[in-house]
């Protein structure tokens, strides 16, 4: 049912009671008090439970009524002509008996009244349809009562315990309805529809007694508003479930509120006692939700997905409100951002969120950075000699734990038993933790800070590390083996022999093959006289070396092949 003002319309023919209209008199209906056939007689065969209120003289009434003399004759019905009889009581407009009998009704109760002629059509009748001096009996069933004098009235059964904002002139809503009359017979209802009404409100776009009804009502609230019908459809109706001057009785529960000119609301929970940085436009968050509507529908949750929801802000990636309702968080937050329809899914919607709805989001801040940020390093603990600094290629020994900013551990080699080691600078391990352990002294400990695209990037690692994660390793180097100097995997430690060569060669048959070489690089290490580089496989290195050597790939390296590493610019060999 849409709820529109009244507009201006032809007036259907007016509803006669053939019978009444004939002499000029309205339908009668019972009166007060029993008594013989000369008085007025009133029998109630149904009254209702609750009646709030009963006919006086001077109101407006609508009933259904059977006119029969005292043999059972009908003599008239209004449901025969499928409209009840609409009449003011206690004007003249009905004979005397029926004015009495409606006083003191209640809607859907229902009266047997005997009327005496006296009180009728008295010694003249109605010719050819009432005899003279005839008895009448109405069999009346009263729909509907009002007075000029009323206004809407309002009866609130539920209000929630908080309520921050109530319906103001040229709000929008969104509600649910069941519209039924007086006696409670159902002529429309939102439910069935599965489908909100949705309106300004206070602006002329529904009914006066629907716009006056729905004022100060808060999100959540149910009342039941009854509108007289001049604050309805009038005299006409709506021309099709609404009869003329009929009441109306609105059930209504209200879903939803906003206004136009509405921006987010924001309201913080948590804030970290430590909040070093705040969100700006840019970056690039990692964040938990529940999504509801403002009657506390739900319609998403990140969580129900077990993984964060992750966009860059202030860019238009989310909608307009989130945009703006994630600026200015810290890390591990939790606000709740409350986003008017023109700054989130607008009037049409999306999905299971409906058109102009108002959308409520919980959310926790997991992490954030900037494309733009480097690794952050903080140290906590410095021995007293810490002279000695890490670098590229030294070979480093040491322990970490690994989480996520929110806390949330991935890994421990304190809980594994063992160091995790590797070569500086060599690719062994993401690029922000390669530029987290230098200049780093052994028993140091620090707390490295690496953004994504220094770390795991968008993918992350599959069931270990979530994408677009900022990870926080805090580490404690426990060895450090310097490495050689760039681009060399072995050097001498002493005076190279002019004899190199031969020294190597045994056997002395001019060749020198991969075991005695082999053979001779281990012999050199093992004396102190020559270095390997620190945490590579040392057979590997050997191999690599002696393949620089033998220039043609015959598996020796004879004289004219064998060359140092100062002779050489394109090799890693001696």
Same mark, same amino acid.
């Given at each position: 049912?849409?709820?529109r003002?009244?507009?201006?319309r &032809?007036? &259907?023919?007016? $509803?006669l009671? $053939?019978l009444?209209w004939v002499t ?12 013989s056939?000369?008085?007025l007689?009133?029998e109630?065969r149904?009254?209702?439970?609750e009646? &709030?209120r009963?006919?006086r003289s001077g109101?407006?009434?609508?009933y259904h009524?059977v006119g029969?003399?005292?043999?059972g004759q009908?003599f008239?019905?209004?449901y025969?002509?499928?409209?009840t009889?609409n009449?003011f %009581?206690?004007?003249?407009?009905l ?5 009495q009998a409606?006083v ?5 109760e229902r009266?047997f009244v ?11 009748g ?6 003279p001096?005839?008895?009448l009996?109405f069999?009346v =069933?009263?729909?509907d009562?009002w ?9 609130t059964y539920?209000?929630?315990?908080s309520?921050?904002r109530?319906i103001?002139?040229s709000?929008? %809503?969104r509600?649910?309805y069941n519209?039924?009359?007086l ?8 439910h069935?529809?599965m489908?909100? *009404?949705?309106?300004y409100v206070?602006i002329?776009w529904l009914i006066p007694g629907?716009d006056?009804?729905?004022l100060?009502?808060c ?8 509108i007289?019908?001049?604050l309805?459809?009038g005299?006409d109706?709506d021309g099709k479930?609404i009869p003329g001057?009929?009441?109306?009785v609105f059930?209504?529960?209200?879903l939803? $509120?906003?206004?136009?000119k509405?921006?987010?609301?924001i309201?913080n929970?948590?804030?970290p006692?430590?909040?070093e940085?705040?969100s700006?436009?840019?970056d690039f968050?990692r964040?938990?939700y ?11 949750s990140?969580?129900?997905?077990n993984?964060t ?14 945009? #703006?309702g994630?600026l200015?968080v810290?890390?591990? +937050?939790?606000?709740?951002i409350?986003v008017?329809?023109?700054?989130g *899914?607008? +009037?049409?919607g999306? /999905?299971n969120i409906?058109?102009?709805a108002v959308?409520v989001f919980d959310?926790h801040?997991?992490?954030f950075?900037?494309?733009?940020d480097s690794?952050?390093i903080t140290s906590?603990?410095?021995?007293p000699?810490c ?5 590229k290629?030294? *070979? ?9 900013l929110?806390?949330?551990? =991935?890994?421990s080699?304190?809980n594994?038993?063992?160091?995790y080691?590797i070569?500086l600078g060599?690719?062994?391990v993401?690029l922000g933790?390669?530029m987290? $352990?230098? #200049?780093?002294?052994v028993?140091e400990?620090r707390?490295?800070?690496i953004?994504?695209?220094l /770390?795991?990037g +968008?993918a992350?690692v599959d069931?270990e590390?979530p994408?677009?994660a900022?990870l926080?390793?805090?580490?404690e180097?426990l060895e450090?083996?310097a490495?050689?100097?760039e681009? *060399?995997?072995?050097?001498w ?5 002019p004899?190199?060569f031969e +020294? ?8 020198v093959?991969l075991? #005695?070489f082999?053979?001779?690089i281990?012999a050199q290490?093992?004396?102190?006289k ?10 590997m290195?050997?191999?690599?070396m002696?393949t620089?050597?033998?220039?043609n790939g015959?598996?020796?390296v004879?004289?004219?092949?064998f060359?140092?590493k100062?002779?050489?610019t ?5």
């Amino acid at each position: 049912m849409a709820f529109r003002a009244r507009g201006s319309r &032809p007036l &259907p023919p007016p $509803l006669l009671l $053939l019978l009444l209209w004939v002499t000029g008199q309205a339908a009668p209906v019972a009166g007060l008090g029993l008594g013989s056939d000369a008085e007025l007689q009133i029998e109630r065969r149904f009254v209702p439970d609750e009646c &709030p209120r009963t006919v006086r003289s001077g109101d407006f009434v609508r009933y259904h009524y059977v006119g029969t003399f005292p043999d059972g004759q009908k003599f008239d019905s209004s449901y025969d002509r499928g409209s009840t009889f609409n009449v003011f %009581v206690g004007k003249g407009q009905l004979i005397a008996g029926m004015d009495q009998a409606l006083v003191g009704m209640c809607v859907n109760e229902r009266r047997f009244v005997k009327i005496p002629p006296k009180l009728a059509y008295g010694s003249e009748g109605v010719s050819g349809v009432i005899p003279p001096n005839s008895v009448l009996h109405f069999d009346v =069933l009263l729909m509907d009562i009002w007075n000029s004098e009323d206004e809407v009235q309002i009866h609130t059964y539920f209000k929630p315990p908080s309520c921050s904002r109530t319906i103001q002139v040229s709000d929008f %809503v969104r509600y649910h309805y069941n519209g039924t009359f007086l006696d409670g017979t159902l002529f429309d209802s939102s439910h069935n529809r599965m489908k909100t *009404y949705d309106t300004y409100v206070g602006i002329g776009w529904l009914i006066p007694g629907m716009d006056k009804g729905l004022l100060g009502m808060c999100v959540g609230e149910k009342r039941i508003i009854t509108i007289p019908p001049f604050l309805a459809y009038g005299e006409d109706g709506d021309g099709k479930d609404i009869p003329g001057q009929a009441s109306l009785v609105f059930d209504v529960a209200l879903l939803d $509120l906003h206004n136009p000119k509405d921006s987010i609301s924001i309201e913080n929970k948590v804030i970290p006692a430590n909040c070093e940085r705040r969100s700006q436009i840019g970056d690039f968050l990692r964040y938990h939700y529940n999504g509801t509507l403002l009657d506390g529908t739900f319609f998403d949750s990140s969580y129900s997905r077990n993984r964060t929801f992750d966009t860059y802000i202030g860019q238009g990636y989310v909608i307009p409100g989130m945009d #703006e309702g994630l600026l200015g968080v810290c890390i591990g +937050e939790k606000r709740r951002i409350v986003v008017p329809p023109h700054l989130g *899914y607008g +009037e049409e919607g999306r /999905g299971n969120i409906p058109g102009s709805a108002v959308l409520v989001f919980d959310i926790h801040v997991i992490d954030f950075h900037n494309p733009s940020d480097s690794i952050s390093i903080t140290s906590h603990y410095k021995p007293p000699d810490c002279s000695v600094l890490s670098k590229k290629g030294d *070979y480093l020994k040491y322990h970490y734990n690994a989480s996520l900013l929110d806390g949330t551990l =991935l890994d421990s080699t304190w809980n594994l038993g063992k160091t995790y080691n590797i070569v500086l600078g060599s690719g062994q391990v993401v690029l922000g933790m390669d530029m987290g $352990l230098r #200049e780093m002294c052994v028993g140091e400990k620090r707390t490295v800070v690496i953004p994504p695209h220094l /770390g795991y990037g +968008e993918a992350g690692v599959d069931g270990e590390v979530p994408g677009s994660a900022v990870l926080v390793f805090d580490i404690e180097l426990l060895e450090l083996v310097a490495g050689l100097p760039e681009g *060399y995997m072995f050097i001498w430690n002493s005076e190279v022999s002019p004899n190199l060569f031969e +020294e190597i060669d045994k056997d002395g048959n001019g060749e020198v093959l991969l075991e #005695e070489f082999s053979e001779y690089i281990h012999a050199q290490v093992a004396t102190g006289k020559g270095k390997l580089a620190p945490g590579f496989d040392a057979e590997m290195i050997v191999k690599n070396m002696f393949t620089n050597q033998d220039r043609n790939g015959d598996g020796k390296v004879v004289a004219e092949e064998f060359k140092l590493k100062d002779q050489e610019t394109k090799h890693d060999e001696l």
